[in-house]
């Protein structure tokens, strides 16, 4: 199995910054791409896409994530890492981490999954 831990949450004036972790730890034996995404408290509709980063670091970013936050990488230590600048009220949200994931299934099986965190809180408030 592989489990997919977040981190960093918590409540922000507007203006202000907060750095959200990611750790993905299991049977791992490839970790594809991995990303961000967040749904608004309380609110039904499908998680948005904040960002995502390639193995090999390609970075793609919803436009209102553009020039604000940042997505970064650790390969190393299989965990991924959201810099978000200039916080605003609309990025109150729940943000979960999403990981594509090659893990060994059974001694002979691989399989390819997303696996994803339980969230974490981002409120933008004064």
């Known amino acids: 199995q592989v489990t997919v831990v977040e981190s960093g949450g918590g409540l922000v004036q507007p203006g202000g910054s907060l750095r959200l972790s990611c750790a993905a730890s299991g049977n791992i034996f490839a970790l594809k791409t991995m990303g961000w995404y967040r749904q608004g408290l309380g609110d039904q509709r499908e998680r948005e896409l904040v960002a995502t980063i390639s193995n090999t670091f390609i970075t793609n970013y919803a436009d209102s994530a553009k020039g604000r936050f940042t997505i970064s990488r650790d390969n190393a230590n299989n965990t991924i890492f959201l810099q978000m600048n200039d916080l605003r009220p609309e990025d109150t949200a729940v943000y979960y981490c999403?990981?594509?994931?090659?893990?060994?299934?059974?001694?002979?099986?691989?399989?390819?999954?997303?696996?994803w965190g339980q969230g974490t809180q981002v409120i933008i408030s004064s």
């Open positions: 999403k990981a594509n994931v090659l893990w060994k299934k059974s001694s002979t099986w691989y399989a390819n999954d997303d696996f």
